[in-house]
């Protein structure tokens, strides 16, 4: 069972465009939804996350879009540049499940921006 | 402050032979979880380790085992390897603030195991 449901699962966008990466979940439980940027060799790094209690979180060219109702969120990033060109996962835990805490993961997105 | 650090980055083994990792969590945080990534199943959680027991363990043969030492350090032990246990193996600490776990985990680089 995919609890973590990600869209598209690659996405190219032209330099200053707009990249838009949807995620939907099927647990409720789920309280904290982190965004993680992914480059070939690396580890995952946390790029954004936001709880439940808000319907939008911005950090630089990076917005999450949160609806609670519709169990969807979504990673805008705004005025794309060649160097965002990664993976990017969203992932969801539930972190008041203590011992059973762990991070479901999205299958991930390829974007690539062209110059 | 150093990163989650992960060892050996790359390994080549055979099929039927054991295989063991090591983490190095950041300093200071005292839960270490290993995830598998492969390009069919992307990321999976394994287990996670806090003060040296298991916490919580995914849906992964027992051929799959972890342990934590006291200073936080943590391997993971894959016995009789298989060809589709070609993968990242990933390691990500996290920091407890008053007994609290902080949901943010952060990722080593990762350790590429190729099975032949």
């Known amino acids: 069972q995919q609890q973590v449901k990600q869209s598209p699962q690659s996405l190219i966008v032209q330099k200053g465009g707009i990249s838009i990466i949807n995620c939907a979940y099927e647990n409720t439980a789920f309280d904290y939804f982190p965004w993680y940027q992914q480059f070939p060799g690396k580890g995952p790094a946390l790029l954004i996350a936001?709880?439940?209690?808000?319907s939008e979180k911005k950090e630089g060219r990076f917005t999450i879009s949160f609806n609670k109702s519709a169990k969807q969120f979504s990673l805008h990033i705004m005025d794309s540049q060649p160097g965002d060109s990664a993976t990017y996962f969203c992932a969801a835990s539930n972190v008041g499940s203590g011992s059973n805490y762990k991070l479901t993961f999205g299958k991930g997105t390829l974007l690539t921006v062209n110059p | 402050k150093a990163g989650v650090t992960q060892t050996p980055r790359y390994l080549i083994k055979t099929r039927g032979q054991q295989v063991t990792l090591s983490c190095s969590p950041i300093?200071?945080?005292?839960?270490v979880s290993w995830y598998q990534q492969t390009p069919g199943q992307g990321l999976q959680f394994l287990f996670e380790?806090?003060?040296?027991?298991?916490?919580n363990k995914g849906n992964f043969p027992g051929r799959f085992s972890g342990r934590q030492f006291s200073n936080s350090r943590s391997e993971m032990n894959v016995s009789t390897l298989e060809l589709g246990d070609s993968a990242l193996y990933l390691c990500?600490?996290?920091?407890?603030?008053?007994?609290?776990?902080?949901?943010?985990?952060?990722f080593g680089p990762g350790t590429r195991l190729l099975v032949l």
């Open positions: 990500a600490s996290s920091l407890h603030h008053r007994g609290v776990r902080q949901e943010t985990q952060y």
């Open positions: 380790y806090f003060s040296e027991t298991q916490r």
């Open positions: 936001i709880r439940p209690d808000v």
């Open positions: 300093s200071g945080h005292r839960s």
